[in-house]
């Protein structure tokens, strides 16, 4: 025969049921809602998914910021701009699919821009000049690797992909942007010492309104062009006067593109890639 057991023990086995009993309770409870529940989906947008419909100007594309970059990775001879012009703005735009392609390009595998050093050392003496007018810049573009302009040819074959027309070239026809010098088979960037770049407002950060969005490609991005008013053309030649003081020159059909007039590759074609 057990023995019977006292009251306080029954008491006691009884508060340990009621313990276990709510342990196990909270353990359901714990699994049914982190790991039983549905996630909640986060639409993820980008850039050139929402630009498809043209009404976004390109200049409204979010800034992405460069992380730092080891610049002893880089051939003799170039430097990041970053590293010689730390408040210049960068918006590498072959980096993002937010461009004329709608497409990440081939040799971009950072948002860094790279010039030749004596040619970030001359945007820093434009950008010095533009500073005390109450401008700073923002760059676009700079040293291309030779592959990403094949990929800029490869893509123009392929006359049935116009994905970013309505936005950077809605005026002609795709098969025309060879023959009208838009796209060229080689490009000065290559040989590092070419950057593209805007103005912005020093207090703001703003972009200066320039009649034309970078890439853009129509007669309204030429210099000299009387489609944009009189206080846009006075931006585009603030912006020329400072590079052409500081050893740059222009080009006649693109406002934001210049090329270092002396410069140190002249007949040399880089294709390192971009980190
Ligand atoms: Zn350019």
Not at 40 to 53: E, L, M, Q, Y
Not at 150 to 164: A, P
């Amino acid at each position: 025969m057990p023995p019977k057991q006292a009251p306080e023990k029954q008491n006691y086995k009884r508060v340990w049921l009621l313990f276990l009993y709510f342990l196990i309770l909270s353990a359901a409870s714990f699994v049914f809602v982190h790991l039983l529940l549905p996630k909640p989906v986060v639409p993820i947008t980008s850039p050139a998914a929402s630009s498809t419909t043209a009404t976004a100007a390109p200049d409204s594309a979010p800034v992405p910021t460069p992380a730092p970059a080891d610049a002893a990775l880089l051939p003799d001879g170039f430097v990041y701009v970053s590293d010689i012009i730390p408040d210049a703005q960068i918006d590498i735009r072959y980096y993002s699919a937010y461009n004329f392609f709608g497409t990440r390009i081939d040799g971009y595998e950072a948002p860094q821009a790279i010039l030749t050093k004596e040619a970030a050392l001359a945007l820093k003496t434009a950008s010095t000049i533009l500073a005390k007018q109450g401008y700073g810049i923002k760059i676009f573009d700079a040293y291309r690797p030779l592959r990403a302009v094949d990929h800029f040819v490869s893509w123009s074959q392929d006359l049935t992909d116009t994905k970013m027309k309505a936005v950077f070239y809605p005026n002609l026809d795709k098969s025309a942007l060879f023959n009208q010098g838009f796209i060229a088979r080689k490009s000065g960037h290559s040989r590092g010492s070419t950057a593209d770049l805007t103005l912005v407002h020093l207090i703001s950060g703003q972009e200066v309104d320039m009649g034309s969005s970078f890439d853009f490609f129509g007669e309204i991005s030429h210099h000299g062009t009387q489609l944009i008013t009189n206080q846009q053309t006075q931006s585009r030649n603030i912006l020329r006067d400072a590079m052409a003081a500081a050893g740059f020159a222009p080009y006649s059909k693109e406002w934001w593109h210049y090329c270092l007039q002396n410069e140190p590759y002249p007949d040399q074609y880089f294709d390192f890639v971009i980190r």
